[in-house]
């Protein structure tokens, strides 16, 4: 098994989860990634692991499901997990990251690990007869999407996802802003703008009219819940935005000693403080558009962008119809998909698509028979989503109790239970591959 080298395509999250357990697991693999000689809509360094979006990778609470996720991915040995733990910025429950030293880290870990060989080109075209790992991402090139469907005989789904503005932290107006999170005064990882009954009415009208990047080409757009523009929430009604991103629940601005009507959080973007994310504010509005609307909150009167928030096209294949339960293709047993193409939505989940491809790659080469983990664990239950067959209306998904196999058990007891059961089904599941001691 140590004689064969392994493809790896794409050096996302994912594609370094892959990559990084196959070489621990000693074998060699080929990564290749195709920035800096091409680059896409949405990124802007050639580091391994660039986090587009958010610098946030969600909560950490084991009570969560999101907190489950981490924690089976740290008995994974997840180096995006580790990583992101070495590099992270204050946001209450939430992981966050510095994502420059996030990257940083995560490229000088592949680049100098003895069996991986990095290779700064384009990926097209599969041979089947290679163990190889898809994990390209959301932007996927053109050719080699083009080449995945016409391998699986399906066309490629699409949705479309929006990137919140950065701004310089020395541009906030201070006399109109409060450090603090939901329901912990005297926290500093947020820092919060208010704006009152009017100004907020006045900034939705200003939203539903405002001038959007190609309007027309994006008129039947589908974006994913998780992450809709916001002038796209604001079409849903004049108090949808004070019941979501601008949600002032937990909050008390200590210039009027009241809740506010409403109020957007900034959170920091990397460790030194200097520049903070737009929370909740992915957008679609023009540059200019963005300058002239957000400028109506208060605190962000005068701001300095440092990154306007944009849009760009998400790839993920019908991953019911195209995949095996081990994440290979259909008819190829030996290409495997991993990360969002397979419609997992998140960079945590992402991530551990991309050791389940790396696992089941293993077992392949070894002659085994790989079993993904049960649905009661969060792992498990990702894959039972992307995989089940009677699907119809395939869309991406986060990881969510939703997913989780149903407990039998009365209400006051079900979250306990759960634990258990998911603890006792993913340690059993480690042990019958000696993944993790």
């Given at each position: ?144 999407t083009s080449f995945l469907a016409d391998m699986t005989g399906t066309d490629r789904l699409s949705f479309y996802d929006a ?275």
């Amino acid at each position: 098994m140590k004689e064969t080298r392994v493809s790896v395509a794409g050096g996302g999250l994912a594609g370094v989860e892959a990559a990084y357990c196959l070489a621990q697991s000693g074998v060699p693999v080929n990564l290749f990634e195709m920035r800096p000689v091409k680059s896409t809509p949405a990124h802007r360094t050639s580091l391994l692991g660039e986090l587009v979006c958010s610098n946030s990778l969600k909560g950490t609470d084991p009570l969560t499901a999101h907190g489950l996720l981490k924690k089976e991915l740290a008995r994974l040995g997840s180096i995006v997990l580790k990583t992101a733990q070495e590099t992270r910025v204050p946001a209450g429950k939430a992981l966050a990251v510095d994502r420059d030293a996030f990257g940083q880290a995560l490229t000088d870990i592949v680049q100098s690990h003895p069996l991986i060989e990095i290779h700064r080109k384009e990926f097209t075209c599969i041979e089947p007869g290679i163990p190889t790992i898809i994990a390209t991402g959301p932007l996927t090139s053109d050719k080699l999407t083009s080449f995945l469907a016409d391998m699986t005989g399906t066309d490629r789904l699409s949705f479309y996802d929006a990137i919140s503005p950065i701004i310089d932290a020395e541009s906030v107006d201070m006399n109109h802003a409060f450090f603090g999170s939901r329901w912990e005064i005297e926290s500093t990882d947020y820092l919060n703008c208010p704006l009152d009954k009017d100004r907020y009415y006045a900034f939705v009208e200003e939203l539903i009219k405002s001038d959007r990047v190609n309007p027309r080409s994006f008129e039947d757009t589908r974006f994913f819940d998780a992450c809709l523009p916001v002038e796209v929430i604001a079409l849903r009604g004049r108090d949808s935005l004070r019941f979501g991103p601008m949600r002032p629940v937990g909050f008390t601005d200590p210039l009027t000693g009241s809740r506010p009507y409403a109020l957007l959080q900034l959170r920091r973007e990397n460790l030194k403080g200097n520049a903070y994310n737009l929370v909740g504010f992915q957008t679609r509005l023009t540059y200019t558009e963005q300058k002239r609307i957000f400028c109506m909150i208060p605190a962000l009167a005068g701001a300095e962008y440092l990154r306007f928030g944009s849009i760009h096209r998400n790839t993920f294949f019908d991953s019911p119809k195209v995949l095996n339960k081990d994440l290979s293709i259909k008819g190829f047993p030996l290409v495997f998909l991993a990360g969002q193409v397979t419609g997992v939505e998140g960079y945590m989940e992402s991530a551990a698509m991309g050791i389940v491809a790396a696992l089941a790659a293993l077992a392949k080469m070894s002659g085994r028979v790989f079993s993904p983990p049960g649905p009661d664990t969060a792992t498990g239950a990702l894959i039972s989503y992307i995989t089940d067959e009677h699907t119809t209306k395939f869309q991406p998904m986060n990881i969510n109790f939703g997913i989780m196999e149903p407990l039998d058990a009365p209400k006051k007891l079900r979250q306990q239970a759960r634990l258990e059961k998911e603890s006792l089904s993913f340690e059993t599941w480690l042990k019958s591959f000696d993944v993790s001691s």
